[in-house]
């Protein structure tokens, strides 16, 4: 069963830019697609973040496309989210997630279609 350790959250000022990282455990990243989800306090989790298993396309949800950015470092196990310019709104519990597929598969950006999950880290940004 893949382990990921996820680390970066934490409480955060308006303004403010922050690195999640999301390190997998036991197993490689190589033949896997990568995301990252959020979900905020009462609502659904929602993707943000994708990148193909080949690192040549990433996608993100039109709401954020400006400020997150994917990354995946396969040699040390690990994916990121950059997020630039917080503000109250993306206060969420942010999880990493991979789903199975080939270089260039592009899974939706549904919680449906990952079948690991890290556990989640918080990034309440303060209002």
């Known amino acids: 069963q893949p382990h990921f350790v996820e680390s970066g959250g934490g409480l955060v000022q308006p303004g403010e830019s922050l690195r999640l990282s999301c390190a997998a455990e036991?197993?490689?990243?190589?033949?896997?697609?990568v995301a990252w989800f959020r979900q905020a306090p009462g609502k659904e989790r929602e993707g943000v973040s994708l990148m193909t298993r080949s690192g040549l396309t990433t996608e993100s949800a039109d709401s954020v496309k400006a400020r997150f950015t994917i990354s995946r470092d396969n040699a040390k196990k690990t994916v990121y989210l950059e997020i630039e310019s917080l503000k109250p709104a993306y206060t969420a519990v942010y999880f990493c997630a991979v789903a199975a597929g080939g270089p260039e598969y592009r899974p939706i950006l549904k919680p449906l279609y990952f079948g690991y999950w890290g556990q989640g880290t918080q990034v309440p940004v303060a209002s």
């Open positions: 036991g197993f490689s990243l190589d033949h896997y697609a």
